[in-house]
């Protein structure tokens, strides 16, 4: 096939300017193997050729849709060699409530531990007694603010 492509270069060259015009088989016959109509259909498509959207069967086990996971949000202002930066964090209801959770500050690129439900880091826990950030701070004496943000995206934050 390139040497059918030289030759039909070196063919050009020896006309003229004007009338240079190179012509690539393979590519017409690409164009005659297409059809129109499939290149088309992409973007026209219907039901009857999209199975994900069929209705389901007779018989058959309904599919459970899934659900939107539930996420908490933080901002807390780092402690960790005087470096006081402000920031906000979002991460997973479920890792909070039974699982860990660590979030880095984006100023000195210290972790911090927010949740510890596995029991991985019990020594600084006080041998797993306490397992939130909420405990801690409680321990310590500190207050926690809760709050929630509503659908106008208000934050309220709860009384005490």
Known sequence: MSALRTSLVRSARSL?????????PRQAALQQLRPREAIFR????????????????PGSRPQKI???EPRLQMTFTC??????HRSTHEFAKRSYE???VLVQCP????????ADHLGWFKESLEDG??????DLLRAKGEKVKKG???????IEIDGE
């Open 66 to 68: 899934a659900q939107i």
């Open 42 to 57: 992409r973007w026209n498509s219907s039901a009857n050729h999209n199975p994900a959207i069929e209705a389901p069967l």
């Open 16 to 24: 003229p300017s004007s009338s240079r015009v190179v012509a690539f």
């Open 79 to 84: 402690t960790a060699d005087g470096c006081g």
């Open 129 to 134: 007694k306490l397992k939130t950030v909420e």
């Open 148 to 154: 929630r943000v509503n659908f106008d995206g208000d």
């Open 98 to 100: 039974k699982g860990i």
């Open 107 to 114: 100023e000195c690129k210290n972790r911090h531990l927010i």
